[in-house]
């Protein structure tokens, strides 16, 4: 049986760095994911004037509920949304004057319902080219609190970034929804607040988050449940096994509901307390599946999606249109470089099954993002010849990806 030990979570670790950051003591995080954009998170801290150390398992921070230690500094978020949109949230608790910018293709991913309520709440902020993007620049003076009306619908990034920045206000949020995409990372958020000392409460759709600071704590961060998909899909088209450790009934992570969706098509799935098995059985059966709250594992889907005996239907994930890439027409547009058929809509995608020798390898456009790259790596089990134009664009996540997934590779293979 195949155990696949990944690296942390991304989502977890970007929101212990934050809660860390603001809370009142010495934080030690165990096991965070080390990647490009976890290094960005913690190198935005570093120049906001927080003080961080590192040993090969942990990192410390020693946190500031009053703010950033320094009184100006310059943030540049590389490709990192949650650094894009949590940082300056939390620079706004602060004193001072706060640059923020990012790469070419984080400028492109919209910011302005969380900018334009974090000014509802008395921040000043400007924009400094384009209205609702990178860059930005804040000129903080602590915030008060009060009441906040907020759509979500875009990126769910936006409700965690106020739910993060409410118990440093003077007086705690009352944030109101209008909108809400991928509700499973506003759960892991409020559930992290949880742990370093903060209960919000849920009146429908508006969320109450008291004012008292937060405590700091020892977490352990579990494993990558959006990077878990890669190789519980492995498994899937493959008729092969692959358990990963650190994630079971307790996890926190909505995304390991996929295997849920590979149960649907056929796959025998366990979640045990402390991890999750899927073993291929030689059928993949066509499913017609929301996956609003779990958008990030579209593309694994989406890329095995040939090999079912019947249609794959993806609905409700408009979102994903505005994440690293319009990552919906990436993968119709690779999918139909294979030989897919493959149709679309503002929110779906449909991918018709495909007889194995009618597929054809050729080189995926990753578009830079991560996700796309991952994905059509399980593709590439079944159809001779895949390549990617940038395969190294996995840093982002997982730097080691391609080594962990060829040794998967073999074991299968080999089994």
């Given amino acids: 049986m195949p155990e696949v030990a990944l690296p942390g979570s991304k989502s977890i670790t970007a929101r212990a760095l934050f809660l860390a950051a603001a809370a009142d003591g010495v934080t030690t995080l165990r096991r965070p994911l080390r990647s490009d954009d976890t290094e960005g998170f913690a190198e935005g801290l570093t120049r906001l004037g927080y003080r961080l150390g590192r040993t090969p398992d942990s990192w410390q921070v020693d946190g500031r509920p009053q703010g950033p230690a320094a009184a100006e500094a310059d943030v540049f978020c590389r490709d990192g949304a949650t650094t894009a949109r949590f ?6 608790a602060g004193h001072g004057t706060y640059r923020f910018d990012a790469s070419p293709q984080m400028r492109r991913r919209p910011l302005l319902p969380l900018t334009r309520a974090l000014r509802d709440l008395g921040v000043d902020l400007r924009h400094e080219q384009q209205e609702g993007h990178h860059p930005l620049t804040v000129r903080a003076a602590g915030v008060e609190g009060g009441k906040v ?11 965690t970034a106020l739910l993060l920045l409410g118990p440093l206000t003077r007086t705690g949020l009352r944030i109101t929804v209008t909108d809400l995409v991928s509700v499973p990372y506003v759960e892991i958020t409020i559930a992290m607040m949880r742990a370093f000392g903060v209960r919000v409460r849920r009146e ?25 998909s890669y190789f519980f899909a492995a498994a899937a088209v493959t008729g092969g096994e692959v358990t990963v450790p650190g994630l079971g009934e307790g996890a926190l992570q909505g995304d390991l509901g996929f295997v849920e969706v590979l149960r649907r098509m056929g796959a025998r799935v366990t979640v045990g307390r402390d991890a999750t098995t899927v073993r291929g059985t030689g059928v ?23 090999f079912a005996s019947g249609p794959v239907r993806i609905e409700d994930v408009a979102n994903t249109r505005v994440k690293e890439c319009d990552r919906l027409e990436a993968c119709a547009r690779n999918l139909r470089r294979l030989g897919a058929k493959v149709a679309t809509g503002p929110d779906w995608i449909e991918i018709r099954p495909a007889a194995e020798a009618a597929l054809t390898g050729s080189e995926i456009r990753s578009y830079g993002d991560h996700r796309i790259v991952m ?12 390549s990617f134009d940038d395969p190294g664009c996995v840093r982002k996540t997982f730097p080691g990806f391609h080594e962990e997934f060829g040794a998967l590779r073999a074991r299968l293979e080999s089994a």
């Fill in 204 to 228: 429908g759709d508006t969320f109450v988050v008291p004012p008292g600071g937060y405590r700091a704590t020892t977490y352990a961060v579990e494993p990558d449940a959006s990077t878990a």
């Fill in 87 to 92: 940082l300056p949230a939390l620079a706004a």
């Fill in 149 to 159: 009306t907020l759509d979500a619908g875009q990126s769910s990034q936006y409700l």
């Fill in 375 to 386: 994905s059509f790596a399980v593709a590439g089990l079944r159809v001779p010849g895949i």
């Fill in 284 to 306: 993949l059966r066509g499913v017609t599946v929301n996956m609003r709250d779990i958008s990030d594992t579209m593309p694994t889907l989406a890329a095995i999606a040939p």
